[in-house]
């Protein structure tokens, strides 16, 4: 039987520098992102809240619904110096009445890719690998900067901002759910995280 959970090394967050500068970064995003939705809750704009978060950055690619499971606000995050690893971002939903485990993602024109997951021990941001992620029944896992991401490795120049590549996750029976994946720049705000950061950290803990 396979070992899962941490796997026994961590690297400090400065080996993963867009994650330092956006754990900075969310409190502004939030606030971005919570005055549109304020106003649209004022009545303004009854229906109108995708189109509002599209005024304010890139709009994410439609969710995916296969096998029982929703792959949702896909997103490749470029490094801010090129050759460094990048990282995506997405939301998978379980809709299914079984637990499933989800065993690796992968991108398209990404050598390699790695669940990683952000942690704070004695104070200091660090990052560990996630093992594969338990999802129980009718469960949202967020892949969101603060929290899991997947770390990705040897990208390749088909990879540009304001682009898309296929994003798949694979699940520990092997079914695989794939979805096209918005590529942002280092500097480009995530779309539609309205619900990122601390709600999924509670998915953190894995009682191996
Ligand atoms: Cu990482």
């Not at 950055?57 to 460094?84: C, F, I, T, W, Y």
């Amino acid at each position: 039987m396979e070992q899962v959970g941490h796997a026994p090394y961590l690297m400090p967050i400065n080996n993963c520098p867009w994650e330092r500068r956006l754990s900075m970064r969310k409190l502004t995003l939030i606030t971005a992102i919570a005055l549109p939705l304020a106003l649209a809750a004022c009545g303004e704009k009854p229906a109108g809240e995708n189109e509002t978060a599209a005024e304010t950055g890139p709009v994410a690619p439609a969710p995916v619904e296969e096998l029982g499971m929703v792959l949702s606000d896909a997103v490749v995050r470029l490094p801010a110096v090129p050759g460094r690893p990048g990282a995506a971002y997405f939301t998978l939903q379980s809709k299914r009445d079984t637990p499933i485990r989800i065993a690796s993602a992968s991108v398209m024109g990404a050598g390699e890719a790695e669940l990683h997951e952000s942690i704070v021990e004695d104070g200091v941001a660090m990052m560990a690998s996630a093992g594969s992620i338990l999802m129980e029944p009718m469960e949202t896992v967020a892949f969101a900067p603060g929290g899991f991401h997947v770390m990705l490795f040897d990208l390749d120049a088909t990879l540009v901002a304001g682009g898309t590549t296929d994003l798949t996750v694979t699940l520990d029976n092997g079914d695989k759910i794939s979805a096209t994946a918005l590529v942002i720049g280092p500097a480009d705000d995530l779309p539609g995280q309205d619900d990122v950061g601390a709600m999924s950290m509670d998915h953190g803990e894995m009682a191996h």
